[in-house]
């Protein structure tokens, strides 16, 4: 199984602020990264695919880079609405498998 | 409206089964794979299993610890999907989403692409 590591766990922010967080995979997944978002409460949401694509109606302050086994979501300009907890996935080989999260607090 | 529905979330016992559905509208359902993705309390998401299109084989794909115990089924005529869950244990104690794998919606999106999901249905092991 490949192993999605992110970091950090958690993070305090400001609304304005950018923040980056990281994902590594055990294994090379090539382009095969995927972020998504997820509310307290809710359904997580897709944010980006092929670890750069934009999901359409994602605002464009997200942003993804990356390749083999690390990658970057980084978010420009915090919003209130981004208060939330960040998933990276690979789709490169079964089983999928998702990193542990990162929860982007308010500071 | 491209939305999908679960339900059949419950209270089971160790050792018992359940099965959950998943309905989905708004989109070509017969081309699209589809998962179940879980989420333990307070835990992170973890991917279950998959069937893919009737085209495709209708094949199923899952993670090693549900391997054996669950199985994934579908019905295009009613565009619903099942996740059928035997010898439960606490451990499956998770709110279970359904998700697109290929839905076809966006033209570059390949596999095992999480774009839609579902609310999720709760289901509790314990004695």
């Known amino acids: 199984d490949i192993q999605m590591t992110q970091s950090p766990s958690s993070l305090s922010a400001s609304v304005g602020d950018t923040v980056t967080i990281t994902c590594r995979a055990g294994?090379?997944?090539?382009?095969?990264l995927n972020w998504y978002q997820q509310k307290r409460g809710q359904a997580p949401k897709l944010l980006i695919y092929?670890?750069?694509r934009l999901r359409t109606g994602v605002p464009s302050r997200f942003s993804g880079g990356g390749s083999g086994t690390d990658f970057t979501l980084r978010i420009n300009s915090l919003q209130a609405e981004d208060f939330a907890t960040y998933y990276c996935?690979?789709?490169?080989?079964?089983?999928?498998?998702f990193g542990g999260g990162t929860a982007v607090e308010i500071k | 409206e491209v939305q999908l529905v679960e339900s059949g979330g419950a209270l089971v016992k160790p050792g018992g089964s359940l099965r959950l559905s998943c309905t989905a509208t708004?989109?070509?359902?017969?081309?699209?794979?589809m998962s179940w993705v879980r989420q333990a309390p307070g835990k992170g998401l973890e991917w279950v299993g998959r069937?893919?299109?009737?085209?495709?084989?209708?094949?199923?794909d899952y993670f090693g610890p549900v391997n054996g115990r669950f199985t994934i089924s579908r019905d295009d005529s009613t565009k619903t999907i099942y996740l059928h869950m035997s010898r439960l244990l606490m451990e499956d104690t998770a709110v279970y989403y359904c998700?697109?794998?290929?839905?076809?919606?966006?033209?570059?999106?390949?596999?095992?692409?999480?774009?839609?999901w579902g609310r999720g249905t709760l289901v509790t092991v314990a004695s």
């Open positions: 069937i893919k299109s009737k085209a495709d084989g209708e094949t199923n």
């Open positions: 996935q690979q789709s490169h080989l079964i089983p999928l498998t």
């Open positions: 294994h090379s997944v090539g382009t095969d």
């Open positions: 708004g989109f070509t359902f017969t081309n699209a794979w």
């Open positions: 998700a697109t794998d290929w839905s076809g919606l966006a033209a570059d999106m390949p596999m095992a692409v999480f774009d839609v």
């Open positions: 092929r670890a750069s």
